[in-house]
């Protein structure tokens, strides 16, 4: 039994050496090597600055306002979760589990919504799915795990990948924002040329990223 503590003890502090260890997306060595390699973000840069790092705590409550945020607009996510968070007691998955569909109704949370956040709330108590482990995995592995729960796909996975565990080669090709800001900055208008686009901006794409969100929020002022 104490073996299996030290154990226990040892592979937390080593996951927290790693967590503590990771590098950030925006940093001046790839912000150098970017806008150096690829004048759109030379443009972006001169035009706006540079990013902000944005950057989430790991774990279920952030996945789930990652969920909530799926085609809608921030600004109504975050006053679905708020509501959602105000009603129960502790935003956990237990808490989640215990709610009723009239309830989630009332906290502003859709049917299809309500399923996504059961089921990941689910795989959470049953242990089918460690969140507290997953920054120890490559991306594949994670992408994996996380698909495997009904309602998280690829780009949920993608924006927990990147302002979670700060994945530095994550762009989510299915965001509505960065695909219009490819549009507007250059002439690409093919899925298919949106994804060769991509491929030349690695090991970077999340910064590059990064750089578009800030672009397309700047320009628009809403930042």
Not at 10 to 21: G, L, P, Y
Not at 162 to 185: N, S, V, W, Y
Request: net charge positive; hydrophobic share 40%; charged share 30%.
């Amino acid at each position: 039994m104490r073996c299996d503590k030290q154990k226990f003890i040892f592979v937390e502090e080593a996951i927290m050496r790693f967590k503590n260890n990771r590098e950030k997306i925006v940093n001046d060595s790839d912000i150098k090597k970017l806008t150096s390699s690829h004048k759109i973000f030379s443009f972006i840069k001169d035009k706006y600055g540079i990013p902000p790092n944005w950057q989430r705590p790991e774990g279920f409550v952030s996945l789930c306002r990652i969920i909530l945020e799926q085609q809608v607009s921030l600004a109504s996510a975050e006053a679905h979760f708020n509501k959602l968070n105000n009603y129960i007691k502790e935003f956990a998955a237990e808490e989640i589990l215990k709610l009723t569909d009239e309830e989630m109704r009332a906290c502003q949370i859709s049917r299809q919504k309500a399923k996504y956040l059961r089921a990941l709330s689910q795989a959470v108590l049953n242990s089918e799915i460690n969140l507290d482990s997953l920054s120890t995995l490559n991306p594949l592995e994670i992408r994996a795990r996380l698909t495997s729960i009904k309602g998280i796909g690829d780009w949920t996975t993608d924006i927990y990948l990147m302002f979670c565990l700060q994945h530095k080669d994550i762009f989510p090709l299915g965001d509505i924002a960065l695909i219009t800001t490819i549009k507007e900055l250059t002439k690409i208008k093919t899925r298919e040329g949106y994804f060769w686009f991509t491929e030349k901006l690695k090991p970077r794409r999340s910064l590059a990223a990064y750089f578009l969100w800030y672009y397309y929020l700047k320009k628009r002022k809403r930042i």
